[in-house]
């Protein structure tokens, strides 16, 4: 199996920052795209920002310019740096990763992390 440990968030006021992790392990072969998205109450699950192999990124236009997105191939370990924190951002935050394992049919699937809660206070 394959799991995803998320680590860093927290509440902080308005214009703050906040740096999330999320570490995977388990029977990992590759891991195709790694990334972050967010849930807000009453509100559907959006994407905030993935990076994929070869190092391309996609940050959501909502926090483009403040959030960043990075990765440590060899730890598979995904990082997302968030800077002038807004309340709108309020949200569970999810960390994602494409992987394909060492067992099986070598198909890649989507493993989720826990969540994490990030608030920001006005």
């Known amino acids: 199996q394959v799991q995803l440990v998320e680590s860093g968030g927290g509440l902080v006021q308005a214009g703050g920052s906040l740096r999330l992790s999320c570490a995977a392990s388990g029977r990992i072969l590759s891991i195709n795209a790694m990334g972050w998205y967010r849930q807000a109450p009453g509100k559907r699950r959006e994407l905030v920002a993935q990076?994929?192999?070869?190092?391309?990124?996609d940050i959501a236009d909502s926090v483009k310019g403040r959030f960043a997105i990075s990765r440590d191939n060899a730890k598979n370990t995904v990082f997302l740096q968030m800077n002038s924190l807004k309340p709108e951002d309020t949200a569970v935050y999810y960390c994602?990763?494409?992987?394909?394992?060492?067992?099986?049919?070598?198909?890649?699937?989507?493993?989720w992390g826990q969540g994490t809660q990030v608030t920001v206070s006005s």
């Open positions: 994602y990763a494409e992987v394909v394992r060492t067992t099986g049919l070598r198909i890649p699937r989507d493993y």
């Open positions: 990076i994929v192999s070869g190092g391309r990124t």
